[in-house]
C-alpha cells in the first residue's frame, strides 16, 4: 500500500496585477523582487534557479501562459504567485505570442518532486479555460484579482 502525500495548502496571496516588464528574464526579475521577504530566502539564486529552469526549456505553453517554476533551496515556503501583464511579456512561446498571465509555482527542496508537480498541476488546471483566463485578464485591482485566483484554484 502507497501513501500519497499531498502538498500543503499553497500560499497565494501575493497577485501582480500589473507586471512592468517586457521581457522573460525581467519579469523574472520583477517577481523575485516582489517576493523578497520570508518566503525566499536568497532571491539572487532563486532568481538564478528560475533562469537556469528556462535554458533548459521555455515554461510558456501558449495562449498567453507561461509557469516558471522551482524546487530550490532558495525558497523558504511555498508560493503560487500569479502576475498579469497587460502589454504581455515575450517569453520565446511556441505560438509566437506574448505571456500575459504568468503563474509562478516556488516549492522548497523539502519537498517532494511530486509535491511540486501537483502544485504545478492545480495551477495549470486552474488556467485550462479560456474563460478563466479572460476573467482573470478582466479583473479590476489586485484583490478582485487574488480573490478570483483563490476561487480558480478552490
Known sequence: MSILLLPPLLDTSLCISDLKSRTREAAL?????ALNGGAVRDGGLLRESLAR???LATTAIGKGLAFPNVRSLSVG????????SSRGVAWDAGDRQ??????AVLSPAEWTEEMHH??????????????SRQRLLDA???????DL????LA
Open 29 to 33: 526579475a520583477e517577481l523575485v523582487h
Open 53 to 55: 529552469r528556462e535554458r
Open 77 to 84: 515556503e511555498s508560493r503560487l504567485v500569479l502576475a498579469r
Open 98 to 103: 506574448p505571456v500575459h498571465l504568468l503563474c
Open 118 to 131: 501537483e502544485s504545478l498541476t492545480r495551477a495549470v488546471n486552474a488556467l485550462k479555460l479560456q474563460r
Open 140 to 146: 479590476e485591482g489586485e484583490r478582485a484579482l487574488r
Open 149 to 152: 485566483w483563490r476561487e480558480l
